[in-house]
């Protein structure tokens, strides 16, 4: 400061001496005087500056003339001769910016007229302090603004001059602006507000600086002003999520709309550059189904339904963006948890479908695989079979299972399966599915054929017609088609010296028995026969039956009366002794039936007599009686007719003439037999031709049938047919085209003859046979022939033993 006074005393200094030097060559008179001095501050003395006398200058009117009356600042003090201030002088409001301020008088001197020019030079004194237009200078710079932009601002004004005007300026002190004064020549000065460091919205919004306007006067006089900057936003944030990654777990079943979280983000920037909307980044068009974000809240929801078993877990990009389209990201994991929604599933690897019957236990009939989408525990399945079946699972690899027998199966008694297997998860609730194979067993040909009962009996009349059905046997074979298909055949075997095929035949499929030929029963009454049930299975099984044969008895014979006999020598003549008394016996008819039982119960009966209740004869005994003492007045020849009947049905009946002759002279008798001796003679001869015309020809058709039937057997062949299965004719069971000898079966009969019951002479057979040579076999028959011929055959020398016999009894009754 001390040196700023000195610098400016001195300046006045030099500034005097030059109005003094002015003074001298133009005779002029210079003045100076700071300006805002009281009125009669004195400038200078004009009397002493001029040389004249206070008095003369009084008594010359020295007068101030100036241009402009109006600026009339001082005048003089006559008294003094000084100059003095007459009026407050504001040099800033005379003179303004203008460097030098002259105030220009004349005097003017009367007697003589005398002119001097008076320069008043107005010095500045610093009596006004620098101002700023405006209180407050009001600044809006973007944030974004770079560091170097400058903002200008107005000077300061300061009415003085020189050093007393604006020197220089004070910017308080501050983190971002600095002031520049720029003093160009000719330009003037202006400040500049420059920016050093970048602006921040979002620390600071608005920043108040004072700056400050100071001048060089003394004292130093200063203005303000409050800069006031306020920082407009620039979008320089992007918004910010709270999380780089959001994770989130959610059960697959979770329902449609979900809210599964929400996402933020915050935009420090203001207004549209500070609105944050959310918006999925890059994510398949399938998975932007799935999910919703709300743009606003950023709530992420479920828009569909999940599936832990196609996709695990999701990771959404989630795009934040404010107004102006500054964005960042952030990405959602989706971890999707397993519930148990799915049941397992099981496949059939394979099956082998039909399973024989015979296969052993721990066979594998099927290989299953059982599947579960799910997982962990969820995925853990157990297998077990429904029903009691003979199968198990047997689980060798991890998931496949084995379907092995356990025991062993009959398909006679199952010949399918349906085998429910059910897979169980380990979830909770456990889910289970199930699966039904369907097994068949096939045949295998393990059964033989089973007769229905253990053997057959058969009753068939005799004099059956041939071809007469006799019986059925039936055989079942639980087996499958043809391993179950029953034939039927006949055991061959010789009866008697013939093949049974010449007896029986039975049908190979129905198994229905016929008799190939008649049947007599007084050849013989009962026979077996062994029939055999055989499947068609390869190799074939079989099993057999006995049938018994049991003919019964027709009353096919009439009674055959031996004695008296029929032909010619046994017409022969009783002798009843005349004195033979009532209940005599006389005679005896003596016949017999071939037949048996009833048809062979004979009765007896008188039905022509010459003298009526002379004689009866016994009913069942044959034995003929007087019924009264004989007398002299009987007729001498007594006729009797006796029918002999036997007691089937119908009855048959023959009858018989017995000749009694009462007398006791045996001369008489003798002529009676003789006389009917003759007559017999010629019938023997008569039938002894008959026979052997008969013979002769019945011999010729022999031959010729034989021949016959050889020639048609030749050219047969038969084949039967089950299915498509032929049969080979080996197998083949004789039927009746194949019979021998048919026609020749009636040429034989056998007879069996009893004697009546109730006659005295006992029981004993009396056989006899004819037609012998027709089946030479039979008339000798080997005895004890497996029993099946009951009753024998006698031969010839037997009958004719009887015969002696029987002649014998009568001649010792008689
Ligand atoms: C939500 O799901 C429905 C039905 O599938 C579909 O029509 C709609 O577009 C989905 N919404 C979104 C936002 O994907
Ligand atoms: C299961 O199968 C394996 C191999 O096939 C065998 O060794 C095992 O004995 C079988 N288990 C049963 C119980 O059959
Ligand atoms: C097996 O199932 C089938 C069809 O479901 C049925 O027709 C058959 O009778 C069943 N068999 C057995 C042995 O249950
Ligand atoms: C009959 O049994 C045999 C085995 O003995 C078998 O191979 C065949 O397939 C069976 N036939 C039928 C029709 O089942
Ligand atoms: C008949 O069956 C028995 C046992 O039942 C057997 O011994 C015999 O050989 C069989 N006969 C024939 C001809 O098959
Ligand atoms: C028996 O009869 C014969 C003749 O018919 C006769 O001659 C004879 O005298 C008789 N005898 C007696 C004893 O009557």
Redesign the pocket.
Known sequence: MEYKRLLISFSRLVLASMFCLLHRTNGDISYSVPEEVKNGYIIGNLAKDLGISVKTLSTRKARLDMDDASMRYCDINANTGDLIVAQRIDRDSICGPTTVCLLKYEIVLENPLELHHVTVEIMDINDNSPIFANDVIELEIRESTDKGTRFPINEAHDADIGLNGVQRYNLQENDHFSFVLHKKPGEGKYGELLLDRELDREKQQELTLLLTAIDGGTPQRSGTVVIHVKVLDANDNAPVFSKNVYKISVPENSPVGTLLLTVSATDADEGVNGEVTYEFGHISRDVSKLFTLDSKTGNVALNGTLDFERKSSYELGIKAKDGLGLASFASVIVEIVDVNDNAPVIHLKSLNNPIPENALPGTEVAIINVQDKDSEENQQIRCAIHGNVPFKLNSSVKNYYSLVTTSELDRELVSEYNITITATDGGTPPLSSFKTIHLSVSDVNDNPPVFKEQSYSAYVPENNKPGFSICTVNAIDPDWRQNGTVFYSLVPRELHGVQVSSFLSINGETGVIHAVRAFDYERFRSFKVHILARDNGSPPLSSNVTLNVFITDENDNAPQILYPSPDGNSFMTEMVPTSALSGSLVSKVIAVDADSGQNAWLSYQIVKTTDPGLFTIGLYSGEIRTHRDVSESDNMKQNLVVSVKDNGKPALSTTCAIYLVIS??M??IS?LKERSHNEDTSKLTFYLIISLVSVSIFFLTFIILVLAVKFCHRKKRQLLFDGAVAIPSAYLPPNYGEVEGAGTLRTSYNYDTYLTTGSRTSDFKFVTSYDENSLPTISTPRKGNDGDIHGSLLDTEQVWASDVLLSRMNNYKL
């Open positions: 006791d002279n001369s008489e002529e």
